[in-house]
């Protein structure tokens, strides 16, 4: 068993080479994981609040959400569990176009995610402005579904998964990167696949 999984390791860093973090491998499906249940937002219900250390505080619909400029990552994602998807396609609104709605400011050092279900994760300023980061809702040219975050999660990709938090509803912006819910539970504060930053 042991030996299969170096085995397939091995193969999956030779594909791959550096894109590949060290502990990881690479799977062909997109694995569900959640604590607790699934939260059902429907377009029609969901809202996202931007708040704390901004300019102009706003509230988001869905129909605001999608009318704003839409941008496509192609990348690999990383779970803290050790799977690795690569060659992904994401579609939403990039971290930056969003905050050009609301001026962050220059005290704000981090940003804490809501979700719906109590979920939080947290994450370092220049962390989260990055233009890769999206607001996304379309994932491989079809609409989020709901076991991976839908109808919109956040997408860190550069970052272990669960930064990438499910079912976003609440962007606040805070002095301090204050821990979120599994960073309470001993997960790094912030979560870097090439450096293994799995746990604090």
């Known amino acids: 068993m042991v030996l299969d999984i170096l085995s397939r ?15 990881q491998k690479v799977v062909e499906d997109w694995p569900v994981l959640t604590y ?3 939260p059902r ?19 988001l619909d869905w129909e605001g959400l999608t009318a704003l400029p ?26 930056p176009d ?10 704000a050092k981090a940003v804490m995610a809501h979700c719906y279900g109590g979920y939080t994760a947290n994450l370092l300023l220049d ?5 890769e980061n999206l607001l996304a809702y379309i994932y491989e040219g079809e609409p989020l579904p ?4 839908g109808p919109c999660r956040l997408f860190v990709p550069h970052l272990y998964f669960w ?18 819910f599994w960073e309470r539970y001993g997960y790094h504060m912030r979560g870097d696949p090439w450096k293994e930053e799995r746990y604090s």
């Open 70 to 95: 839409r941008t496509k990552v192609h990348t690999d994602i990383h779970c803290v569990t050790t799977w690795s998807k690569m060659d992904t396609n994401f579609e939403g609104v990039s971290i």
């Open 146 to 149: 709901a076991d991976h975050g």
């Open 163 to 180: 930064k990438s938090a499910k079912w976003v509803n609440g962007l606040e912006f805070i002095t301090e990167n204050t821990a979120g």
């Open 127 to 131: 962390d989260f402005i990055r233009d």
């Open 36 to 38: 607790g249940g699934t």
């Open 98 to 107: 969003l905050l050009k709605q609301v001026q962050v400011k220059p005290e």
């Open 41 to 59: 937002a429907s377009t029609a219900d969901w809202r996202l609040r931007i708040f704390g250390l901004v300019e102009k505080e706003m509230e």
């Open 9 to 23: 390791r091995k193969k999956d860093r030779e594909k791959y080479g550096e894109r590949l973090p060290d502990g």
